[in-house]
């Protein structure tokens, strides 16, 4: 049984920083590519950031410099470090765990919200 477990979503102040952690089972972790994706009220859900299973990282550009991805093989962990946050990045955040696009796997999901 495969599962994808978000942890570390809460309520920040703009500015602040929060780290979200994802805890994979039931999959040969090292093979996967692994990612971030939120989705806000109203609005598809798109994505923020994806680690490989070469350790090649990717970022969506409203991002970019102020969220890092990464992974811990020998874990079955993936991180989003999440600094400088704004009021725009509340959303959900969602674990994504896919194997070439031809099996993919999402967990339930970790609200974030930046608010003061």
């Known amino acids: 049984q495969v599962q994808l477990v978000e942890s570390g979503g809460g309520l920040v102040q703009p500015g602040g920083s929060v780290r979200l952690s994802c805890a994979a089972s039931g999959i040969i972790f090292r093979l996967y590519a692994m990612g971030w994706y939120r989705q806000a009220p109203g609005k598809q859900r798109e994505l923020v950031a994806v680690?490989?299973?070469?350790?090649?990282?990717n970022y969506a550009d409203s991002v970019k410099g102020r969220f890092t991805i990464s992974r811990d093989n020998a874990k079955n962990m993936v991180y989003l470090q999440m600094n400088s946050l704004k009021p725009e990045d509340t959303a959900v955040y969602y674990c994504?765990?896919?194997?070439?696009?031809?099996?993919?796997?999402w967990g339930q999901g970790t609200q974030v919200t930046v608010s003061s």
């Open positions: 680690i490989t299973s070469g350790d090649s990282t």
């Open positions: 994504n765990a896919d194997y070439g696009s031809a099996v993919v796997y």
